[in-house]
């Protein structure tokens, strides 16, 4: 299941921009958030949840070490779900 959660402002607290998991019945260690700047994978790790980066040209500078995929895109890499769920 792929899920989405957006907010306008970038000032939410950390773990409400992803919640914990509980809004889909899934542990945090098992969701993976894909973002593309390093305030969504603070968000995502500060959650306690894994985090795949997929960097934009204004956030490819950003430092992503605590990401546990860094990529373009997840098309031109071949990233599939098994791949996500190896992570």
Not at 1 to 26: P, T
Not at 28 to 45: F, H, M, P, R
Not at 55 to 73: G, H, I, M, R, W
Request: aromatic share 4%; proline share 1%.
């Amino acid at each position: 299941m792929i899920y989405n959660v957006c907010f306008e402002k970038m000032n939410q607290r950390i773990d409400a921009k992803h919640g914990d998991g509980h809004a889909l019945r899934v542990e945090k260690e098992n969701c993976i958030i894909v973002e593309d700047s390093k305030i969504g994978l603070q968000a995502a790790t500060g959650a306690g949840m894994k985090c795949v980066i997929t960097y934009t040209p204004s956030t490819k500078s950003q430092d992503f070490k605590d990401a546990v995929l860094v990529v373009e895109d997840l098309a031109s890499e071949d990233i599939t779900l098994s791949k996500l769920l190896s992570l």
